[in-house]
């Protein structure tokens, strides 16, 4: 049958004890992190174990699901746990539901250290039945999915905060996945990283020094120091292994940004940073996952004035907002935040293929008119700037990436 089937096995865990020796307890919360999944639970059963020596016992336990099942078993003298998740998809596709399972119970039980196991079945008798390779599906929004298929996995890990993953396919080569959300790939990350970096770095005049929070994979990084003017970069990544996987595989996209002797790396939480420095940039470059993930905090009006007190004269934030079209609730909201903070908030998109859809960015500044830069006065910048070889990025493009479709300017009219 064609299903999907994800395993983990945990160790170290730093959950409540309870939920490692509680019967109750772990069944109330498998119970409603499947419901949350949106998968439907048809029976459960539920067993512990005694004590040893004064050590609580653990848990074993199922949920029979519609379609299929969850189980769960504890070692809380261990401090592991192992977890089995499959779903059907004959009639439908539940890959995302059981991928957002998944994720929901491995941060539950707040690993030290995950090994994460995804087998695509199917029938094998079937013509070609694994020649495609694994389709994994995003949702744009809850009626709304797209996907690619992946010939094989790089590497499959669960950082402190988050799942990591490396996928390649012949169309996209390799791409980075995080917690369920395709990030940036070899053969398309010029659509987003030039479309982040440029247009905001050529309005500037001279832009010398610039801060980017996120952005571990170095595409930002790699497009900002082809503007000769820049002195220093510094990289805020909360996640070291994000930078680990992409030194070890992405370099297609950073190609040796992330160690050149101008960028600073620091790892650390982007709000915290952002908080405590007395540092100036002319450029501040939100690189962030969406915002149901860690990220959520970043995307906040007290963050974003936080950012603007990291801004020298004449400085600029730019960012990416989501989906007009999928997602215009969250894309309104964030242009609203930014209205609330700046004088001047210049919305702008483009269509981005490993996103699935047009996708909306900013540029915030008190000064900084990016939309008003003329063709010529682009192309002059680029000129004296010897930046040559843009794959997306242009003269033209320029003033076309803020010409903006009726339906988005409604949504993000102040």
């Known amino acids: 049958m064609q299903g999907l089937h994800l395993t983990a096995d945990l160790y170290r865990c730093a959950c409540l004890p ?15 992190r499947t419901l949350n999944a949106g998968l439907s639970l048809v029976g459960e059963k539920w067993h512990s174990f005694p004590g040893h020596e004064g050590q609580p016992g653990g848990v074993t336990g199922m949920l029979l699901l519609a ?16 977890l089995d998740v499959y779903v059907c998809n004959v009639t439908s596709d539940n890959s995302g539901k059981a991928e957002h399972l998944m994720h929901a119970l491995v941060e539950a039980f707040k690993p030290g250290q995950a090994q994460l196991e995804r087998l695509q079945r199917g029938d094998l008798a079937a013509p070609g039945a694994n020649e495609a390779g694994e389709l ?11 996907g690619f298929r992946f010939a094989r996995r790089l590497d499959s890990r669960r950082s402190h905060y988050q799942d990591i993953e490396v996928l390649e396919s012949r169309d ?12 940036t790939s070899e053969a398309d990350e010029f659509f987003y990283h030039e479309a982040l970096t440029h247009p905001v770095a050529i309005a500037h005049p001279a ?11 170095g595409g930002t990084v790699e497009e900002l120091l082809k503007h000769p003017s820049i002195r220093e970069v510094t990289l805020v990544e909360i996640d070291a292994e994000v930078i680990d996987v992409a030194r070890a595989y992405l370099q297609e996209i950073h190609r040796g940004a992330l160690d ?20 100036k940039f002319d450029l501040v470059l939100l690189d962030l996952t969406d915002p149901e993930t860690l990220a959520g905090p970043l995307y906040t009006k007290n963050f974003f004035a936080q950012c603007k007190r990291t801004l020298a ?33 210049h919305c702008y998109g483009l269509h981005v293929p490993l996103y699935g859809a047009y996708w909306g960015f900013a540029v915030a500044s008190d000064t900084l008119w990016p939309a008003a830069l003329p063709p010529l006065e682009v192309r002059q910048r680029l000129d004296e700037r010897g930046i040559s070889g843009l794959r997306y990025y242009n003269a033209e493009i320029h003033g076309a990436l803020f010409a903006l479709p009726g339906f988005y300017r409604d949504l993000v009219r102040h």
């Open 313 to 345: 004269p004449g400085g600029a934030m730019t960012l990416h907002l989501g989906s007009p079209f999928h997602d215009p609730g969250r894309v309104r909201g964030l242009a609203a935040n930014l209205n609330a903070v700046f004088v001047q908030v």
């Open 136 to 146: 994994l599906l995003e949702a744009l929004n809850p009626n709304s999915v797209y």
């Open 207 to 217: 832009p010398r020094r610039a801060l980017v929070i996120g952005g571990g994979d």
């Open 260 to 279: 050149d002797a101008r960028v600073k790396v620091r790892f650390e939480d982007g709000a915290a940073f952002v908080a405590e420095t007395r540092e």
């Open 18 to 32: 309870e939920l490692m020796s509680d019967a109750v307890v772990l069944a109330t919360l498998c119970r409603s």
């Open 67 to 82: 379609e299929s099942h969850v189980a769960v078993h504890t070692w809380p003298e261990r401090g592991g746990v192992t």
């Open 172 to 183: 996209l080569g390799r791409t980075l996945r995080i917690d369920g959300h395709f990030m």
